[in-house]
């Protein structure tokens, strides 16, 4: 009974685990099932159960917290291959191939395969329904890719267009329309202290106060392809090209290359698509699990004073009550936020991604899924933490406080990567 009423109450929780039945959750399931002796038989009946109650999702595992990115796309596989000719849009186009989502809000699309032993001159054009023009590739450009993702598309439809002065397509040039994402928002976790009054507030509820602006005005709306699904995370500017997030929001290359980080996004203006995107140029250094951050250098300098500036991190020794507050985008479509209200620490010192590591500090400020790599801001606007995981329904020590990673890891990764010679 007892081993049924958890796998209940993690199914109805959608917690974060893994298909390979993560150490940490798994070491709960053998305590209600027998004791020390039995555990290796209790393995195999804990996984297949878990396995066939269709717990695990295909997000990464990170204990039994929630980790909190939110999935706000379905991905579809398609193939679209250049040369082969699909339709023409003008009399310039080499190639067209259209995708056609009815009912979608925006796309992401994929371009693999990129091949160019071509000696002619093109652009590679993605344009929306109406013909506005979203990105241009000229071949200087194009041909130095192996695959790309595309800027945020409004609507459920694209075309994607070769272009050649001499209307033929360019010979020694391949690559394949491999697979896009349209909105298809899943289910929203909360983690809010008191459901029925939320401490979350709209940064555009503040324009007055110009510290708060400043920060918010460093912080992003991560958006990016996991698996089978597009997410999104929350990120924000150490410097003027690096951004720190979580880990589980940005585990390698690939979900970097897919990124797009989104400054000044607003969902009342076009679905958010004005924001000033930026694209992953690197990771920097390895992502670091144990301590869930990722450090990520854009294309350009968004984090200069004269763009949106960068946040100032700062390690320090905490204490229960002091006051903190969070500036994040939680929620698939909401505005930027942010919780001050009852925002405070809770527990000083906590362990985090490994129960053995004191890596994290407990709060009590108010997070929804999206809120994952936010920064934990202390009284002087400084960063003191990088909020992480939601509550944890399955330890009562947690199931009402939420976690952010100390800072002092970052600190460390983030000088070493400003600072090389030093």
């Known amino acids: 009974m007892r081993f049924a009423t958890l796998l209940y109450r993690e199914r109805k ?79 310039r186009d080499a190639w067209s191939g259209e995708i056609n989502a009815p009912g979608a809000r925006w796309l992401h699309i994929e371009i693999s395969g990129i091949k160019d032993n071509s000696t002619a001159d093109y652009t590679v054009v ?9 990105a241009s590739y ?32 360019p010979v020694g040039l391949t690559f394949v329309v491999s697979q896009f994402v349209y909105d298809s928002p899943g289910g929203v976790l909360e983690s809010l202290q008191d459901k029925g009054n939320p401490k979350l507030s709209a940064i555009s509820l503040y324009p007055t106060d110009t510290q708060l602006q400043r920060v918010a005005r460093s912080v992003a709306k991560l958006r990016f392809v996991g698996p089978n699904f597009d ?77 949106q500036g960068h946040l100032t991190l700062r390690s320090q020794t905490f204490s229960a009550g002091q006051p903190l507050f969070i500036v994040q985008y939680p929620d698939i479509s909401g505005p930027e936020e942010v919780a001050r209200d009852g925002c405070a620490v ?53 199931v009402k406080e939420n976690r952010a990673v100390q800072i002092q890891k970052i600190v460390d990764a983030v000088s070493s990567a400003t600072n090389p010679t030093h």
């Open 126 to 134: 993605i344009l929306r329904g109406d013909l506005t023009k979203i």
């Open 13 to 91: 929780a959608s917690l974060v685990t893994s298909a390979q039945c993560h150490a940490v959750f798994v070491r709960r399931i053998f305590s209600a099932l027998v004791g020390a002796g039995t555990r290796r038989a209790a393995l195999s009946i804990a996984c297949v159960a878990l396995a066939l109650s269709g717990v695990y999702t295909n997000a990464w595992p990170h204990g039994t917290s929630v980790a909190e990115l939110a999935r706000e796309g379905q991905l579809r596989q398609i193939e679209l291959r250049f040369p082969k000719r699909e339709y023409a849009v003008t009399s």
């Open 138 to 169: 000229p071949k200087s450009k194009f041909k130095r890719l192996v695959h790309l993702w595309s800027p945020l598309v409004l609507g459920g439809y694209a075309r994607i267009v070769v272009l050649s002065p001499t209307e033929r397509p």
């Open 231 to 307: 997410s999104v995370c929350t990120g924000f500017m150490v410097s003027d090209s690096i951004l720190v997030t979580n880990e589980h929001c940005v585990p390698n290359s690939q979900v970097c290359d897919s990124m797009r980080a989104l400054f000044d996004w607003d969902p009342g203006v076009g679905d958010g698509l004005g924001a000033k995107s930026f694209g992953c140029a690197r990771l920097v250094g390895s992502p670091d699990k144990t301590w869930d951050f990722t450090l990520v250098q854009l294309q350009g300098t968004p984090g200069d004073s004269n763009s």
């Open 346 to 398: 809770k527990s000083p010192i906590a362990s985090g991604v490994d129960d053995d590591i004191n890596s994290d500090f407990g709060h009590t400020c108010d997070t929804k899924p999206g809120s994952s790599g936010s920064p934990v801001l202390a009284a002087d606007n400084t960063v003191v933490g990088l909020h992480h995981w939601g509550f944890d329904t399955l330890d009562l020590r947690w």
